[in-house]
């Protein structure tokens, strides 16, 4: 389905951004909107987790729910 196809582009520009690691994030994609949701090590990660999929094909809204824990 579209929203299959578009929910591994996600995780893949993900898993391959030189600052992101997506083992402790969740994406769910439908009808080009996507959420995000998991925890980052800094702010700098959740936006650069955001600016990966803006420009992408088929994401039309990102809702950015990533939680900054310092560890």
């Not at 959420?35 to 987790?49: D, E, F, I, N, P």
């Not at 994401?59 to 310092?70: F, T």
């Amino acid at each position: 389905t579209a929203e299959c196809s578009l929910t591994k582009r996600i995780s893949s520009a993900i898993e391959t951004h030189p600052h992101l690691r997506r083992r402790n994030m969740h994406i769910e994609a439908q009808e080009g909107r996507v959420v995000l949701r998991g925890t980052v090590k800094s702010y700098y990660h959740k936006q650069m987790a955001q600016e990966a999929l803006r420009r992408m094909e088929g994401v039309d809204e990102i809702e950015n729910q990533l939680e900054v824990h310092w560890s």
